[in-house]
């Protein structure tokens, strides 16, 4: 039987596990698909002790996308330009490869509703892994500006940072942090430029746990933009929820796990997923 799973920290609500085995049972595939949640500081240990045991590979998710980094040996360009690493391949020499199929998800759920970046004002809310490689992603598919936000001031300046230094030349807004952390706080810092924003993407977490708040509350949303909210879960996220009730296309963060996760399985096995499969089982 061929082995996989996904980590992160926490793990519990994860749909990995569901999509992947419908995508084994509609092709035929002989597979098993876990999760695991996995301490900050055990991750290295964790990911060598799932190579010893014949894994395959392993999805990566919050808030391990950069700490898996030092434990490539052969990174993907994906992983090179976009600083983050969401997919690892143990291969039949005992190395491991990196990848980054969250652009892959990212630009194929936006491809698919007929939004192009080029040209085009971004915020990203929350400069994490995914946060940083979506945002990487946008200026390089022709972004004509970009506006950071997190709650952490040095995660907006690194990210800042490499992206006028990977040769970025539209602007780069560095939001400040809100001096109150609530909706209220978020709203007063980042509730401008996202309205200004053509594509505002909420790369955090806020939503995952049911009786969150959205990022940002709807009057930060318009008609006319496209929200993507990243945040994976069977109902509809809060920040989707909350931008689709001030007039803007929303769309939820399944579309875009599905396609992060085909391309996963496909680079580890070389052999084509069944999306509508997937995205069937979790929706």
Request: a negative charge.
């Given at each position: 039987?061929?082995?996989?799973?996904?980590?992160?920290?926490?793990?519990?609500?994860?749909?990995?596990?569901?999509?992947?085995?419908?995508?084994?049972a509609?092709?035929?595939?002989?597979?098993?698909?876990?999760?695991?949640?996995?301490?900050?500081?055990?991750?290295?240990?964790?990911?060598?002790?799932?190579?010893?045991?014949?894994?395959?590979?392993?999805?990566?998710t919050?808030?391990?996308?950069?700490?898996?980094?030092?434990?490539?040996?052969?990174?993907?360009?994906?992983?090179?330009?976009?600083?983050?690493?969401?997919?690892?391949?143990?291969?039949?020499?005992?190395?491991?490869?990196?990848?980054?199929?969250?652009?892959i998800?990212?630009?194929?759920?936006?491809?698919?509703?007929?939004?192009?970046?080029?040209?085009?004002?971004?915020?990203?809310?929350?400069?994490?892994?995914?946060?940083?490689?979506?945002?990487?992603?946008?200026?390089?598919?022709?972004a004509?500006?970009?506006?950071?936000?997190?709650?952490?001031?040095?995660?907006v300046?690194?990210?800042?940072?490499?992206?006028?230094?990977?040769?970025f030349?539209?602007?780069?807004?560095?939001?400040?942090?809100?001096?109150?952390?609530?909706?209220?706080?978020?709203?007063?810092?980042?509730?401008?430029?996202?309205?200004?924003?053509?594509?505002?993407?909420?790369?955090?977490?806020?939503?995952?746990?049911?009786?969150?708040p959205?990022?940002?509350?709807?009057?930060?949303?318009?008609?006319?933009?496209?929200?993507?909210?990243?945040?994976?879960?069977?109902?509809?996220?809060?920040?989707?929820?909350?931008?689709?009730?001030?007039?803007?296309?929303?769309?939820?963060?399944?579309?875009?796990?599905?396609?992060?996760?085909?391309?996963?399985?496909?680079?580890?096995?070389?052999?084509?997923?069944?999306?509508?499969?997937?995205?069937?089982?979790?929706?």
């Open positions: 039987m061929n082995k996989f799973a996904v980590i992160g920290h926490p793990i519990a609500h994860s749909l990995s596990p569901k999509m992947h085995a419908a995508n084994f509609a092709i035929g595939y002989a597979g098993t698909y876990e999760k695991f949640d996995v301490a900050p500081e055990d991750v290295s240990a964790f990911v060598m002790e799932k190579r010893r045991e014949g894994y395959l590979g392993l999805n990566v919050v808030p391990h996308k950069m700490a898996v980094l030092p434990l490539i040996d052969s990174p993907d360009e994906s992983v090179t330009r976009y600083g983050a690493c969401n997919t690892l391949k143990f291969c039949a020499d005992g190395s491991i490869r990196g990848y980054n199929t969250d652009v998800g990212f630009v194929t759920v936006l491809s698919a509703h007929g939004f192009s970046l080029r040209g085009r004002k971004v915020a990203v809310i929350g400069c994490g892994g995914a946060g940083s490689a979506l945002a990487k992603c946008a200026c390089f598919e022709g004509s500006g970009i506006a950071l936000a997190d709650l952490r001031a040095e995660s300046e690194r990210l800042a940072d490499e992206i006028a230094g990977a040769g030349s539209g602007e780069v807004e560095r939001l400040g942090v809100p001096e109150d952390a609530g909706l209220s706080g978020r709203k007063a810092a980042w509730g401008e430029a996202a309205s200004a924003a053509d594509l505002v993407v909420n790369a955090t977490p806020m939503g995952l746990h049911p009786g969150e959205p990022a940002l509350p709807a009057e930060c949303f318009r008609p006319g933009q496209f929200v993507l909210d990243i945040v994976p879960t069977r109902e509809t996220p809060p920040t989707a929820v909350a931008a689709a009730s001030a007039g803007a296309t929303a769309v939820d963060g399944l579309e875009f796990l599905v396609g992060q996760g085909a391309k996963s399985f496909e680079i580890w096995t070389g052999l084509a997923a069944d999306r509508k499969a997937m995205l069937a089982a979790i929706r």
